[in-house]
């Protein structure tokens, strides 16, 4: 269990069919679900939400913060919060990818 866990390219045993229907949420029966998938297979499946729908939301939001931040008297910059919630391995990705990490 540690090797793959704390691997970027190994992936851990595969689920099972009956786990996977378990545990799959019928709003996403449309969405192909990965069995089992390495760290580093998760980050280029979320890397194109990352590059695009994410990092688009941080610079919109970083510049209303900042222009909103030019007109306050103090000269603060409110810096803006965001909140993700995913699974562990999605997260680890996540921040691999946003601090540039191999």
């Keep these: 269990v540690q090797r793959w866990r704390r691997s970027v390219h190994?992936?851990?045993?595969?689920?099972?069919?009956?786990a996977a229907?378990?545990?799959r949420d019928e709003r996403y029966a449309g969405v192909p679900?990965?069995?089992s998938e390495s760290l580093a297979q998760c980050a280029?499946?979320?890397?194109p939400f990352v590059e695009g729908?994410?990092?688009?939301?941080?610079r919109a939001a970083?510049?209303?913060?900042?222009?909103?931040g030019r007109d306050a008297a103090s000269g603060e910059i409110e810096v803006p919060a965001f909140v993700i919630s995913s699974s562990e391995n999605v997260l680890r990705a996540l921040v691999r990818e946003l601090e540039g990490l191999s």
């Design 10 to 18: 190994e992936a851990p045993p595969p689920m099972d069919a009956a």
């Design 21 to 23: 229907r378990a545990v």
């Design 33 to 35: 679900m990965p069995l």
């Design 44 to 47: 280029s499946r979320l890397r």
């Design 53 to 58: 729908e994410l990092a688009a939301a941080m």
């Design 62 to 68: 970083v510049s209303t913060c900042a222009a909103a």
